[in-house]
């Protein structure tokens, strides 16, 4: 049965309120275009100008950020940010959130945030090598906790699985804030020669406009609206706006949108993301200064009877919008038909800036082009600054349980337990390049053949942003910079995905511009820029707040993947070295939440002048090839990160006593540290280039046994250390008590 | 050795099925299209490569083995050519009647990925020449669907006339259902047909080719093959 199509409803102040738009922003549009929106106009607006598309609250902020460097080809603003990584090729990649859809419908929801990151990357001309992912999961005594943990995991790995792209690390937590909103950030990476790279915006009078993919269907209509707004009881009604992932579509569409660019068939390609065919249009016509017609008509459609309003909010997925070289239209198109996939000329470029939509003969939309992208309202919003906290002294934590027993403890919390059965879900060796896999500082993937490779990985740290959003800032940037060095590899570039609550609390607001004021300080002092980024607020169900959670995807190069380092022991026998001053900080550690159930204090600080000196001084150590293993101190501190060597290598360790009181000097979170291990020969004259070189190093131990063995204290076996962090998520998903 | 990679759509360890190819018989294969109806001219060895054809709708490796160029394999095969299928190309390899049996949801029902061991149970076919019977090799595996079953008589039929060559074991080489990561009966990884001359495995050898990635383990296999053909030249 063929629907007849209804006659639009009237634009009142509730249908203006319905589609997220405050009254003065309706009255901004109004004045903008000289009359009241129709209806299918007042869709269009709302999509360009929610949060999401329009970084309204926080665009003045990110332009502080720094984002260009000798390296940098493409910075914020395309599909995803483009860096030079040598011998002609460049890296593409970038970080988005799909944190909404997938804690009202997490497998589905998991799955289009994967497929959705990795378009944006090819649609630049990219083959994608690698994801990451980090996960933000409610308590685990929450009821919902385990469902999504389960739903969002195994749609990560249906997606990337199929599409045959390794998903090769990321981060998972869980904590009660993120109980009613879990937060799931996609990252993917690509690599494209570095002269054949598309971008979006268009060029030339009279240009086809081709839409490519998937047909469009009723699916994802105002998802983007629906990520700018808050959680309620309710939000589980909204589960129709969530998509459905399709990864053999989009395999076929890489494939095919990699052949037709190999032809020289495209002037300019964008995905259809969020707000579909409006945002990817309104953005081809807008970067390029050319307007956009577009016939309703010839955009194939998967139902019948759809209308206007919803074939221009559709987000449907695996499609993209590209403009064509007009004498190329039969070579793409029979690249397209080869994949089984649909090929249609829906509009075109026009010289008029208007973006014009027609449907049954009628104009429905007639629109000023760079006002619905450029002029969206921007928002200088009240912030207060978060209070500051008192530094905690190790001297008022009071060790409630021996060192042994801590240890064991933290290995098989929640936090810092094994992600074995995450990562196990996710095909991570396809492609036949992961030199590192999951469970290191960072992955490490061969480019090509070699000897090139990229280092990946994503942080960030809540807690501690949380407590001192600059600090934190810092924080998430020196852990992702501290990773890629700890693997040998120079860190590049990054990019940033700033999960918040609602911009429209001063407190809130401030916890982002604390955040992106401390993200910038690190990234310029660690000559690290921001090419790419996404920013996801109202995360918030019945008015409380996610943990700030400015996730720093990183990206960095070794020039020979065979000189790069890893975290397990290699051999006993070998000098243990602490590298980075240990003042033995609690605040906000996990030892203080986990063994004490104490969450507070100032996190602890980061001094990048000490951050970049130390780093560089453990890149060339394993430059050089002394270092014969390195991990990064972070979470959990000192004693964690030794039995994550141990752990992963079956090699104990005899350890000295504790310089300082010995909970903080294990378990303190003090910034800037690594633990290497080198030949024993060698270790008194590092120790000596380390202090000629202003970086604090000294030995703490040598490796060896089957436990670590700390002097005057007890023995900790491995076996005993694996069994706890083995064992945690495991029974934790098969629904044993948290 | 000249080989011959399936293309389906969806398909996607088919390059890494290529290099390993390249690396270790120095000739580079040639990528065949699935809508295609025949092989090159000269083809010695088919490879149905992993992925997920057709995005394993309907059902793994269904739609894929009804597709044009399957009756040229099928043909190849039964001209006593040899033709090796890994992880979705077993699954296919199966649903186009070239091996019995079926591949099952993962005991788990989970996606698996991470290192497993085989048993090599014999030596001397051309897939397993590369190996001495009983040793003991790590590749990696990465499928939600492994789970191989077949009714009793087809099993006890496989087992009898020894067309099991690879089993999931521990690393000594034991059979235990605790190294058995997918609940295949037998712990079958994979079996040869009544000919001797097609091989279906769920595991990744071409993965594990390079010393430098860790892993030299799978080489055996290509090595093997090409070894077998030169002899029969």
Known sequence: MKRKPSTPPRVTPALVAVHGLKPDEYERLKSLIGRAPKFTELGIFSAMWNEHCSYKSSKIHLKTLPTTASWVIQGPGENAGVIDIGDGLACIFKMESHNHPSYIEPYQGATTGVGGILRDVFTMGARPIACLNALSFGAPSHPKTRQLVGGVVAGIGGYGNSFGVPTVGGEVRFHTRYDGNCLVNAMAVGIAEKDKIFYAAASGVGMPIVYLGSKTGRDGIHGATMASAEFDDDSDEKRPTVQVGDPFSEKLLLEACLEIMAKDCVIAIQDMGAAGLTCSAVEMGAKGDLGVTLELDDVPCRESGMTAYEMMLSESQERMLMVLKPEKEKEAEAIFRKWGLDFAIVGKTTPTKRFIVKHNGKVVADLPIKELGDEAPVYDRPHAETPKQPVLKAADVVPPMNTAEALIKLVGSPDLCSRRWVWEQYDHVILGNTVQRPGGDAAVVRVNDGPKALALTADVTPRYCEADPFEGGKQAVAEAWRNLTAVGATPLAVTDNLNFGNPERPEIMGQLVGCIRGIGEACTALEFPVVSGNVSLYNETNGRAILPTPTIGGVGVLDNFEGSASLTFKAADQAILLVGETKGWLGQSIYLSEICEREEGAPPPVDLAAERRNGDFVRTLIAEGVATAVHDVSDGGLLVALAEMAMASGIGADLDRAPIVAHAFWFGEDQARYVLTVDPGEAGQIVDRANAAGVLAREIGTTGGDALAIADDRSIPIAKLRESFESWLPSFTAGGHP | ?233
């Open chain 2, 1 to 233: 050795m000249q080989a011959a990679v399936i293309v389906f759509p969806g398909i996607n360890r088919e390059r890494d099925m290529a290099r390993t190819l390249k690396l270790v018989s120095g000739r580079e294969p040639a990528m065949v299209w699935h809508a295609d109806t025949a092989l090159p001219a000269g083809t010695d060895l088919v490879v149905v490569p992993g992925g997920f054809s057709y995005g394993d709708y309907l059902r793994c490796g269904a739609i894929a083995a009804r597709a044009p160029i399957m009756d040229a394999v099928r043909a190849h095969a039964a001209k006593g050519g040899l033709v090796l299928g890994v992880c979705n190309g077993f699954q296919i390899i199966c649903e186009a009647g070239l091996l019995p049996g079926v591949l099952m949801r993962n005991q788990n029902l989970k996606f698996i990925c991470r290192d497993v061991y085989l048993r090599v149970e014999r030596s001397d076919t051309p897939f397993t020449r590369g190996y001495n019977a009983g040793q003991v090799i790590r590749v990696p595996v990465a499928h939600g669907e492994g789970n191989y079953i077949a009714d009793g008589k087809t099993i006890a039929r496989l087992e009898g006339e020894g067309r099991v060559l690879f089993r999931y074991a521990s690393p000594d080489g034991m059979i235990d259902p605790d190294w058995n990561h997918n609940g295949a009966i037998n712990a079958i990884a994979g079996i040869l047909n009544d000919e001797g001359n097609v091989l279906g495995m769920m595991p990744h050898p071409e993965n594990h080719v390079e010393p430098s990635m860790g892993c030299t383990d799978g080489r055996g296999l290509f090595a093997g093959l090409v070894d077998h053909l030169k002899q029969a030249a």
